[in-house]
């Protein structure tokens, strides 16, 4: 066990103080209602810095410019459309109870607490489910072409974790839909000229001043030039951090960054090792692979999970009879099937594959068979639903799924850790407040499928328009102008490290210290951990990381276009990140949700949990041993349980 001491302090207790009390139902509803406001003459001098433009980003930009805040925008990709929010493919949660299948905003917070293994505020919770129905209603008066039944009314599918058909959808297109309404309401800002958009610029710095955060330095990714941005109020919606995993299903240009600066500015990171691992992606390929696909979710609908019976067996998959396929996700959950929660089904999969019954190269794999509802629905009916990702998993590996069922296998999605914020989404720095996936707030240590598109344009369109007014009812602050101490010391600080990382010129490219760390903490700090695994990946990592900065070679220079250098940036930010996961990983020995440790188990096999110790969020402190601050967890209306799927 892990003693405070060893790798990091015991410091005080935290708490939420903005989560108003009372009906859980009644308290947005309260915070909206008694929240200090902005006069709409005042908000024309008040300004705000959103970095990052997807989902989250990009619709709290549109609002805040819509209420006539002076906003500016940043993101480092060359065009809203980039951000990685399109690459969501199956759906977006929202208790509309179309189906009449008795879906409801309490079902849906019921679901959300407990495929988040009771890791998350019941307050947070309650809020994304009301706020759902919302959403919906915003994005369809966008013009977002959900899939519509042949009455014309919006349809829904089912996802795991649910037993009734919530999830709204375009096809395998969600996210771009989503997203392209909300670049279409944030481009409307910038022709009104309430936003200024800013691409190809990456946050480097936060900038604080007497506590507050005011700015931000950012480098100019075509030139080189790094400047500074002051403001009123700074929002990060910068997204998670998967890619410390090397392999991941996230975009390649995703990264730690901006979080992590301001982690290192003071703010707290909470839950670093809660990773969801997705059990749908094409398997990795070869050595030099550089990204994983994702296979939309939405597929083990109407696709059946299996293994061949026997371990060894290497007939292809049409030559296994019936009664010698293990469709081991119905066997084992037989309410929910192959629609249990993604970290249920992930494990369920490795365990499979550990026992030699896995399929493909090296055995890590399992089918994703739609050959029963080819045969009940017809191909035109499968091609409707699924025909664009039918066709992308053709492309990559060469196969037709519609002839030979699909392999696939569990690999990093999605991240529920993220920095700390309170009830109205600020962070422990006064003026920075943080939003969608870069928050740790709503899914605790288990992500249910379709909620980060929810949570995402919750916090954007609806949850920050309506708390940062309590803040900004005090500015505008005191005028700061780059000449500033603060404001001087973050910058050099940047331009510093910039020089750093340019005058190593060692022997090792970036990437090849990146694919290391990545395979470090996919076998130790993946999806299953261990105490003996975690102290060994804290050695490996502190040893590469000191590598890292002896050897590492980034060419050219810092006055032009430079990828191997913002890649460099990137993966010294990862080096710290990921010894932090390994750390809150190591000190909380229980199982919960998508962090799984193998001395904590049922003896089936599924995770144990230790609410009497544990049930508490985590939240770091930078420092050169991490300080340890708990949020303690309380359940009025939802009683902690075993999660059962069978």
Request: glycine share 10%.
């Amino acid at each position: 066990m892990t003693y405070p001491g060893e790798f990091f302090v015991d410091g005080e207790p935290i708490a939420d103080t903005a989560a108003p009390d009372g009906p859980l139902a009644e308290r947005w509803t309260r915070r909206r209602s008694t929240g200090r406001l902005v006069n709409p003459a005042n908000r024309r001098r008040l300004d705000v810095i959103v970095v990052g433009s997807g989902l989250a980003g990009g619709s709290a930009a549109a609002t805040l410019g819509e209420l006539g805040y002076r906003v500016r925008c940043y993101c480092y990709q060359d065009s809203p459309r980039r951000a990685h929010s399109i690459a969501a493919q199956g759906g977006i949660n929202a208790a509309k109870n179309y189906r009449n299948d008795g879906d409801s905003v309490e079902r849906l917070f019921h679901d959300t607490i407990k495929g988040g293994d009771f890791r998350s505020r019941e307050s947070n919770v309650y809020r994304l489910a009301e706020v759902s129905v919302e959403i919906i209603d915003q994005c369809v008066a966008q013009g977002v072409p959900f899939a519509r039944e042949y009455g014309g009314l919006l349809d829904t599918r089912s996802f795991g974790g649910a037993q009734v058909s919530r999830t709204f959808y375009a096809r395998g297109q969600t996210g771009q839909q989503l997203l392209l309404g909300a670049y279409q309401a944030l481009e409307r800002q910038v022709n009104a000229g309430t936003v200024a958009m800013h691409t190809r610029h990456e946050m480097l710095d936060l900038i604080v001043v007497d506590g507050r955060a005011r700015g931000i330095v950012v480098r100019d990714l075509e030139t080189g030039a790094v400047t500074v941005d002051l403001a009123d109020a700074v929002v990060l919606a910068s997204g998670g951090y998967g890619n410390v995993f090397y392999l991941s299903t996230n975009a390649k240009g995703c990264n730690v960054t901006a979080s992590w600066r301001a982690h290192r500015r003071g703010a707290l990171f909470a839950n670093p090792a809660y990773t969801q691992i997705h059990p749908t992606c094409i398997p990795v390929s070869g050595e030099h692979q550089s990204k994983l696909t994702l296979m939309s979710e939405s597929l083990r609908n109407d696709g059946r999970v299996w293994v061949p019976q026997q371990a060894g067996d290497t007939r292809s998959p049409g030559d296994i009879p019936e009664d010698e396929r293990d469709y081991f996700l119905e066997r084992r959950y037989p309410a929910y099937g192959n629609l249990v929660p993604r970290d249920i089904a992930s494990r369920a999969t490795k365990a499979v594959c550990d026992e030699g019954r896995g399929v493909g190269p090296g055995g890590r794999g399992v089918y994703l068979d739609f050959a029963d509802a080819l045969s009940r629905l017809g191909r035109p009916a499968v091609e409707a639903k699924y025909g664009n990702l039918f066709e992308m998993y053709e492309r990559i590996t060469g196969e037709d799924p519609y002839v030979t069922p699909m392999r696939i296998y569990p690999a990093v999605h999605y991240t529920m850790g993220g920095l700390w914020v309170d009830y109205d989404l600020r962070s422990t720095i006064p003026g920075l407040f943080v939003i969608g996936e870069a928050n740790f707030s709503d899914h605790g240590a288990n992500r249910l499928g379709a909620s980060a598109l929810m949570q995402g344009l919750a916090d954007g369109y609806f949850v920050l328009p309506n708390t940062i007014g309590a803040y900004l009812a005090d500015g505008p602050f005191q005028k700061l102008t780059p000449k500033h101490p603060a404001v001087v010391e973050a910058r050099t600080a940047v331009a510093d490290r910039v020089q750093k990382l340019l005058t190593i010129d060692g022997d090792r490219s970036v990437d090849s210290f990146h694919r290391e760390l990545g395979k470090i903490m996919w076998e130790y700090c993946g999806m299953e951990r261990t105490d003996a695994g975690l102290r060994k990946a804290i050695e490996l990592i502190r040893s590469l990381r000191a590598e890292f900065w002896a050897r590492v070679k980034v060419p050219g220079t810092g006055a032009e276009l430079n990828q191997s250098l913002e890649r460099a940036g990137r993966v010294a930010d990862f080096f710290e990140l990921a010894e932090l996961m390994c750390i809150d990983a190591l000190h909380r020995t229980e199982s919960c949700g998508g962090h799984f440790r193998a001395e904590s188990q049922t003896p089936d096999g599924e995770a144990l949990r230790n609410d009497d110790e544990f049930s508490y969020v985590a939240a770091w402190e930078f420092g050169e041993q991490p300080v340890l601050h708990k949020e303690a967890l309380t359940f009025e209306y939802e009683k902690p349980s075993q999660r059962s799927y069978s």
